[in-house]
């Protein structure tokens, strides 16, 4: 549970670790997501190798504007590290994700993974509530016949991996130092 600004915020995390037997269950898991950490391994470049796959299959079972967050793991191993917090932040950049670095063991940023990925899924759906509110004589949204839920979207689902940590903290869309607040969290996720 992550509380914002009083509003106690429940979480559903589910951790494949890039697991091929929960392929075929993955993709339920995706249905209704609003939120995901694709966390990769810093000390594995292999492990940074499959992020474009998971991002891939990410977008394409789940809502077009999943709120993504991309976590290097394992900051604390800086003597083997093999992805640079530079390839990162580009990645991130590249494909509209916010990234940031964590580390298990410390827990150095670990809260923060959660607590951004839900900012960022609530700052949305406060968006399509508003749209939803100005669109509600048009023909889409609850008036069309849809649920609030079902246009609105699901919970929070936390994919790949549970959070990890990073010794330069969070980074924004613009590769300047971020303190997510309300106001920034547009710049992420659609």
């Known amino acids: 549970t992550v509380d914002l600004a009083g509003i106690n915020i429940k979480l559903q995390c589910w951790d494949t670790a890039g697991q091929d037997r929960f392929r075929s269950i993955i993709r339920s898991y995706y249905r209704g997501a609003a939120g995901a950490l694709l966390v990769y391994d810093i000390t594995r470049r292999d492990s940074f190798e499959h992020v474009l796959q998971w991002l891939q299959e990410a977008r394409s079972n789940a809502d077009p504007e999943l709120c993504i967050t ?80 079902e246009y609105l979207g699901g919970g929070i689902s936390h994919g790949r991996s549970a959070m990890k940590l990073s010794a330069h903290g969070p980074v924004g869309m613009n590769g300047q130092p971020h303190q997510p607040q309300q106001d920034n969290l547009a710049n992420c996720c659609g």
């Not at 003597?79 to 410390?106: C, I, K, M, N, P």
């Open 70 to 149: 991309l976590v290097g793991n394992k900051c604390d191993k800086v003597a083997d590290r093999q992805v640079s917090y530079e390839e990162g932040h580009a990645f991130a950049h590249r494909y509209g994700l916010y990234f940031l670095e964590t580390s298990a063991v410390t827990g150095h940023m670990v809260d923060e993974a959660f607590t951004v990925t839900t900012k960022l899924v609530h700052h949305k759906n406060q968006q399509r509530e508003a749209e939803a509110r100005s669109l509600d004589t048009n023909s889409m949204g609850p008036s069309a016949g849809y649920s609030q839920s």
